[in-house]
């Protein structure tokens, strides 16, 4: 059975101090009021992962670090490996957030190597894709994210591809307060499940959480989590705040 997944992205936000305290509120919601058959992942900056592991229960709220280096080690000034981020006890990657895609020039091949990179480590990559708001206009998104997955995850074996998470994230609806309607949410992950099940197989595509990201909020979460191929959220601005958080895990 897949999981249901919400995981938070806080980008560049908290200082560390702000930080420990947000993941400790968190924690302790998650602990006394949080849906039990939900995993919840904070996805923190590199400089909070040791503190931000310390400050929560390991068996209920998993850390993510939200990039990882494209290189195993050496000579790469400011660059955090995955063997780094994995020292820190965290124990998921977000990885090719458009954020990153767009403002990092993040292609598929740098991906590629990040992904291998954070498998190898063990750690679990929650890999994002999704269309920019001409592509979505254009009414070619299916062929578009469709491009990005053959390009990267799916070169992965089976076994590699079964530890994944995938975050199908709008360009369009992430940070502006326009969320994909529940339909359009639905129909693209259905679509991205489809095309595993016919690149691998339907027990695979059936094995694998697809999260939805782009302004989901507490207002909006119990609508799409209702929906069959929704497993669940990656959710930035809502997720700085513990109790919208919560409300988001709560929306099954
Ligand atoms: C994100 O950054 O992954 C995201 C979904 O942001 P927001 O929820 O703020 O749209």
């Known amino acids: 059975m897949r999981k249901k997944i919400v995981a938070g992205n806080w980008k560049c936000n908290t200082t560390v101090k702000e930080g420990v305290e947000l993941a400790k509120s968190v924690n302790e919601l998650v602990l006394t009021r949080g849906a039990k058959d939900v995993v919840v992942v904070l996805g923190t900056p590199f400089t909070h992962l040791i503190s931000v592991v310390d ?3 390991a068996n209920r709220v998993n850390i993510a670090s939200q990039n990882c280096a494209a290189v195993a080690k050496g000579a790469y000034t400011g660059e955090v490996s995955a063997a780094m981020i994995k020292s820190t006890g965290a124990t998921y990657v977000i990885i090719g957030h458009s954020e990153r895609r767009e403002y990092y020039h993040e292609n598929s091949e740098i991906l590629n190597k990040k992904l291998a990179l954070t ?3 063990g750690l679990t990559p929650i890999y994002c894709c999704g269309e920019a708001l001409a592509i979505r206009e254009a009414g070619t998104q299916n062929e578009f994210v469709k491009q990005q997955l053959d390009e990267t995850i799916f070169l992965l074996p089976t076994e590699q591809l079964l530890k994944l998470v995938i975050a199908y994230e709008p360009i369009w609806a992430i940070g502006t307060g326009v969320t994909a309607s529940t339909q359009q949410a639905q129909d693209m992950l259905a679509f991205i499940r489809g095309l595993i099940a016919a690149k691998y197989n339907a027990e ?7 999260l939805y990201g782009g302004s989901c909020s507490p207002a909006n979460a119990n609508d799409l989590f209702s929906q069959p191929d929704i497993d669940g959220g990656l959710i930035g601005g809502a997720s700085l705040k513990s109790e919208d958080f919560l409300a988001i895990i709560n929306a099954y």
């Open 55 to 57: 400050a929560v229960d």
């Open 119 to 121: 498998l190898e480590q």
């Open 204 to 210: 695979v595509a059936k094995e694998i959480s697809i």
